[in-house]
């Protein structure tokens, strides 16, 4: 421990050592140009992020960059005052305002997607980073414009589009636990018309990994494959197509099961996940269509390692996304309205096995989810542009299908429709010319129908020599919620000063919540309802701006604090929804001069509540706060070097994400790029 911690103070000093020669020669050729910031996922069009009246944040390429981590969750929750589910081997979800985070399954309360389109994933650590520009986080329902599952928030991951020189890098990087990591990168303009971006990786953590109290957590190595594709052509001066996929590869990914199995049920899973659009856009007069086709699939196999007895592959599931986008943006007298429509077909399908091999009914029946929906979006700038208004409505069709399973009676077919209409409104205000305070605010509804589990699974585990059934409840209703948020916002550019504070509250009908009937069976039910009211803050300011040193050197918070996030399930009880915590917090300092860059980060999670799902019962629990910091420097040399040193978990502080699941204690990688 004392050896790593020498480690990283002696590089933190060596480049404050070359800090101060290097500063002045590259102060003027490494000044930070800013540049109007534009975000897509507000209106599923291109706006200022300024003008936009709902909350969203922007994780950056620098912020990208310098975290310590590849995968999305990981990445999500360095950056952003989110809640997440985290397990070690590849398996994790997130949540948005105090929804609980979900870590499977095709229905969650916080929506992903891929360039505005469904990111095609159920479990969001098999998407990585490699390939992604930025990504935008907007807090708060957005079911009139993107229909289900948009009840937090939406995170939109906008990936590389080079239409520069081509370059060209490639990486190599090793590190704790035995793992190493190569890349190669590639992309940009091929000709006047055409455009590419294309990048392969491959990492290996080849031995376990030790938690925060030295101990080393069997059962935890994996090895991942990544790569992505995309070829443009802007083949008029008004018309561009794009064609794009890639494909996640997990092999040999051990997963510990909990702690209280003493190493003695681990599993080992492969993983794959390869989608891919094709996305048409164009400009005619004032209005500018876009037509996107996409697919999705994820197959994931789970093979049982238990000690002392026969390894055999448990079970595989398949999900396949196929959908189309269709929408135009038409600007008039300075306002915007875009219309589309969205379908999209989902379908599932699961497989059980017993140990001889042979097949058994799975845990939930095969099942399809089809959607239609229609959207209207206007975005107006009145009085000199002082006021935002903004509002939109969607209608959606949905219709859940439970299908005939091989070996599984133990529910009945069925097929089931509703339809749910999402309004929204939304107004920001600027308080004079210059647009340095600002006022914003936004209403509006969101649905989330029911899974296919909650709706028809049936699974035992055996707890203490005592069976326990989680079954499902054919009669749920989708769930819907209102929110309002209001809030203050103060950017000075000059100064590299953003702040905002805003107060949100959502009410949930119908919320789904697993309930148990007795000491022995758990279901779901529709509870009465759900709360969830709370405070969330941003804040950052560049000293570097300030004093113009020509380089970055930001300071920088955001956190939400929860002042209530429950729900009434059916026999009047109050109860706190799990997984989510009252007080979250991301601070640190990020630093760029051109030759030298880094970030430091502080992440605090208060507690959390869940059930002991080991102990017969299921009791509820209260699972630790925990503080971690991570670091992560580097160097650029010459145009074309570029070295960098990652610290995980500094402190080397014993935390989970989940009870019973650790996560690793301190990790230190080193890496190196050649560019051309």
């Given at each position: ?600 980060l502080v992440r605090y999670m208060g507690e959390r509540k869940d059930y002991d799902w080991y102990t017969v019962g299921y009791p509820v629990i209260t699972y630790d706060d925990f503080t971690v910091c991570d670091l992560d420097v580097g160097m650029r040399v010459m145009d074309h070097h570029q070295v960098k040193l990652s ?30």
């Amino acid at each position: 421990m004392k050896l790593k911690l020498m480690v990283v103070f002696m590089v933190v000093c060596l480049a404050a050592a070359f800090q101060p020669a290097m500063a002045e020669e590259k102060k003027e050729k490494d000044k930070i140009t800013k540049i109007e910031e534009m975000v897509v996922t507000a209106n599923r069009s291109e706006i200022k992020k300024e003008e936009v009246p709902a909350v969203i944040e922007v994780i950056d390429k620098l912020d990208l960059d310098t975290t310590v981590d590849r995968n999305l969750v990981r990445v999500l929750k360095k950056n952003s005052s989110i809640d997440v589910i985290d397990y070690p081997g590849v398996l994790s979800g997130i949540s948005i305002r105090g929804f609980r985070p979900e870590f499977s399954g095709i229905t969650k309360h916080s929506l992903v997607l891929i360039d505005g389109r469904p990111a095609g994933a159920t479990n969001l650590a098999t998407i990585l980073k490699d390939n992604v520009e930025r990504i935008e986080i907007l807090k708060g329902p957005a079911s009139a414009v993107y229909g289900a599952e948009a009840m937090g928030g939406v995170v939109n991951i906008i990936t590389r589009k080079s239409k520069g020189k081509i370059k060209t890098s490639l990486t190599v990087g090793g590190g704790s636990f035995d793992t190493h990591y190569e890349s190669i990168s590639s992309g940009g303009r091929i000709t006047d018309r055409f455009d590419f971006d294309a990048s392969v990786s491959n990492k290996n953590q080849n031995d376990n990994f030790k938690m925060g109290n030295g101990d080393e957590r069997a059962n935890t190595s994996y090895k991942e494959r990544y790569g992505n594709l995309r070829l443009g052509s802007s083949f008029t001066d008004n018309w561009r197509i794009d064609v794009k996929g890639d494909w996640y590869g997990g092999r040999d990914i051990m997963t510990p099961g909990a702690m209280y199995n003493e190493d003695k049920k681990p599993s080992e899973k492969d993983i794959d996940r390869y989608g891919g659009d094709i996305s048409l856009k164009g400009k005619i007069g004032s209005h500018k269509p876009l037509i996107t086709l996409y697919a999705s699939h994820e197959d994931t196999e789970y093979t049982k390692r238990y000690k002392g007895k026969t390894h055999y592959k448990s079970s595989e599931s398949e999900t396949e996304w196929l959908g189309a986008q269709i929408q135009d943006c038409y600007h008039f007298l300075n306002h915007d309205l875009t219309i589309g429509a969205d379908y999209q077909d989902i379908d599932v399908e699961s497989k059980s096995y017993k140990g001889d091999g042979s097949r058994k009914a799975p845990y939930r029946p095969d099942s399809e989810r089809e959607n239609i929906g229609v959207f209207g979006d206007v975005f107006l700038r009145l009085f000199n542009e002082r006021l935002i208004f903004n509002t939109g409505v969607r209608y959606d069709w949905f219709e859940l299908t439970t299908k005939t399973t091989p070996y599984k009676t133990n529910f009945n077919p069925d097929s089931e429709t509703f339809s749910r209409t999402s309004p929204r409104a939304g107004l920001k205000y600027f308080f004079t010319d210059d647009r340095i305070f600002q006022f914003h605010s936004t209403i509006g509804t969101a649905f989330v129908p029911p899974d296919v589990y909650e709706m028809a699974g049936y699974s035992e585990r055996v707890v203490s020599g005592v069976t326990m059934i989680t079954k499902g409840n054919s009669s749920l209703d989708p769930e819907n919620s209102l929110t309002w948020d209001t809030g203050l916002s103060c950017k000075i550019s000059k100064w590299g000063l953003f702040a905002d504070v805003t107060y949100f509250h959502t009410d949930v009908d119908d919320q789904i919540s697993k309930v148990k009937i007795s000491d022995t069976v758990t279901t779901y039910e529709n509870s009465d309802e759900a709360e969830m009211h709370g405070l969330e803050f941003e804040l950052s300011v560049d000293a570097g701006q300030i004093m113009n040193w020509g380089r970055t050197l930001e300071l920088f918070a955001n956190g939400t604090r929860l002042f209530s996030a429950v729900e009434k399930v059916s026999d009047g009880d109050e109860r706190d929804i799990h997984n989510v915590s009252h007080w979250k917090l991301n601070t640190g300092v990020r630093y760029d001069d051109g030759m030298f860059f880094g970030k430091f980060l502080v992440r605090y999670m208060g507690e959390r509540k869940d059930y002991d799902w080991y102990t017969v019962g299921y009791p509820v629990i209260t699972y630790d706060d925990f503080t971690v910091c991570d670091l992560d420097v580097g160097m650029r040399v010459m145009d074309h070097h570029q070295v960098k040193l990652s610290v995980e978990n500094i402190f080397d502080k014993n935390y989970y994400e989940k009870p019973e699941y650790p996560l690793p204690g301190m990790a230190i990688y080193a890496e190196y790029t050649f560019s051309f």
